[in-house]
């Protein structure tokens, strides 16, 4: 049974940084899309960064570009969101998702077929 686990969230202060990590067992990230989503609310997840292993493209949100990294962790079956600069509008649980294709979704809505339960991010002001 394929099981994303997300690690590395915590607390911390603003413009400080955080790195979550995405752990996958019984499958693979290798040549599939992965993603990092939070959650609204009231509203479907909102893709942060999607991620594709096959060409390493990827995506960000306007709002994290140029603070927020996704790769391929150094750790096999984990990919990673380095988290810089975050303000506490970035409170919130963060999923990790994998899509079962090479490629994500335009501008990472949604798609994912598996995701974990979540890592909560908490930023004091």
């Known amino acids: 049974e394929l099981q994303l686990v997300e690690s590395g969230g915590g607390f911390v202060q603003a413009g400080g940084s955080l790195i979550l990590r995405c752990r996958i067992s019984?499958?693979?990230?290798?040549?599939?899309?992965a993603g990092w989503f939070r959650q609204v609310p009231g509203k479907e997840r909102e893709g942060i960064s999607c991620?594709?292993?096959?060409?390493?493209?990827?995506w960000y949100a306007d709002s994290v570009k140029g603070r927020f990294a996704a790769s391929r962790d150094s750790v096999p079956e984990s990919v990673i969101l380095r988290m810089d600069k975050l303000n506490s509008e970035a409170t919130d649980v963060y999923y990790c998702?994998?899509?079962?294709?090479?490629?994500?979704?335009?501008?990472?809505?949604?798609?994912?077929?598996?995701w974990g339960k979540g890592t909560l991010v908490n930023v004091s002001s």
């Open positions: 019984g499958g693979t990230f290798d040549n599939y899309a």
């Open positions: 998702g994998r899509r079962d294709s090479h490629h994500y979704n335009s501008r990472c809505r949604g798609g994912m077929d598996d």
């Open positions: 991620l594709s292993t096959i060409d390493n493209s990827s």
